[in-house]
């Protein structure tokens, strides 16, 4: 599934409200661009039991930087609020809830039309 998120010819949008953890944070990895509310919650909380998966860590380098991915990786109950991920680079833009799908809808037309 990632592998064919990546490899879509057209842009794909991730809209992260709640929690994107484990798996869930590796398809926002996947994805071009990703926004989401500030109160998001992202992270690896598998790490613990040593299941967090490789294209999680192999993905999240080029997006957060190295040391933030062996916070995450060493770590496993440290999260990233969608402030702090918007920080990193990681969320492009924040939104309240309300705001959100639409917001992601706009965002997926203005990158298709680049």
């Known amino acids: 599934m990632l592998e064919a ?8 949008v991730a809209a992260v409200e709640g929690e994107a953890l484990g798996f869930g944070l590796a398809l926002v990895l ?11 919650v992202l992270g690896l909380p ?3 039991d040593g299941t967090t998966a490789a294209q999680v860590l192999a993905r999240a380098p080029d997006v957060i ?7 995450l990786a060493l770590r ?6 969608g402030e702090e991920a918007h920080r990193l680079g990681l969320i492009v833009e924040l939104h309240p809830p309300e705001l959100l799908r639409g917001a992601a809808v706009a ?3 203005e990158a298709a039309g680049g």
């Open 107 to 109: 965002l997926a037309r």
């Open 30 to 40: 996947a994805c071009d661009l990703a926004i989401a509310t500030p109160d998001a």
């Open 76 to 81: 496993g109950g440290r999260r990233l609020s």
């Open 65 to 71: 930087g190295r040391g933030w991915t062996r916070q």
């Open 46 to 48: 598998d790490v613990a």
């Open 5 to 12: 998120i990546e490899s879509s010819p057209r842009p794909v």
